[in-house]
């Protein structure tokens, strides 16, 4: 069962669910912005982009971030995704953080992007 993240009820009163690629994308979500430590049945869960808050953004953050985000990704959801390549961007305030994966499943490449800090122009 692919349950919705956040959680929802859907119209007939049950739990929500959404379909793979949907689900996959949630759960992308969930590691990107959770902190290893945050879950306490899952010490090492996440990558810890929310960390960053007070960090200097340069190109050598941003390095290091795809390393961390890649490795997490591969940690956890390597049974579901083959990650084909993680881009993050350093500019002025924010980080551009693009991710594109193959769902193992069906073969089907997705993207999906993130910015992280100041609002982008």
Known sequence: MNVQFPYAF????????DDLPDHIADMIEQILFTSPGERVNRPTFGCGVLQL????NSDSLAAAQQQVIQSSLLQWLSDLIQVNSVTVIAEEATLLI????TIIATQQQQTQQFVYGGAAQ
């Open 10 to 17: 859907d119209s007939t009163g049950h739990t929500a669910q």
């Open 53 to 56: 808050v007070f960090a200097a």
């Open 98 to 101: 693009t991710i594109v994966y």
